[in-house]
């Protein structure tokens, strides 16, 4: 691992550790790690998510349900999240949802 990516590391788990309890978490690049990595902090924390199962794929679940539920949430830039979805290729919001729920799953 190179130098500055250590660095960045030593200063991710400094910010981390100064402002909140989560932790920096090895996970496997499958196609789902940054669920996985929301899900291993879920799991860190079951008495705060008694509900949650704590994998990858109910985290997949959750993000698309609030996703279909907020597609006109407003950014800082004042856009709707949905206006980021390039649709010139036909996709609807709703197939992009489906996508992130069910990626290999």
Do not use: M
């Amino acid at each position: 691992e190179p130098r500055w990516q250590d660095e960045q590391r030593e200063r991710l788990e400094q910010r981390l550790s100064q402002y909140s309890e989560f932790e920096v978490e090895e996970v496997d690049a499958t196609g789902h790690c940054q669920f996985d990595a929301i899900a291993h902090q879920i799991a860190r924390f079951r008495d705060a998510y008694p509900d949650h199962s704590g994998t990858w794929q109910e985290v997949r679940r959750d993000v698309a349900k609030w996703l279909r539920q907020h597609q006109n949430f407003t950014l800082s830039n004042n856009e709707p999240i949905s206006g980021f979805l390039d649709t010139r290729d036909g996709r609807t919001w709703e197939e992009f949802c489906n996508n992130v729920e069910h990626r290999d799953s």
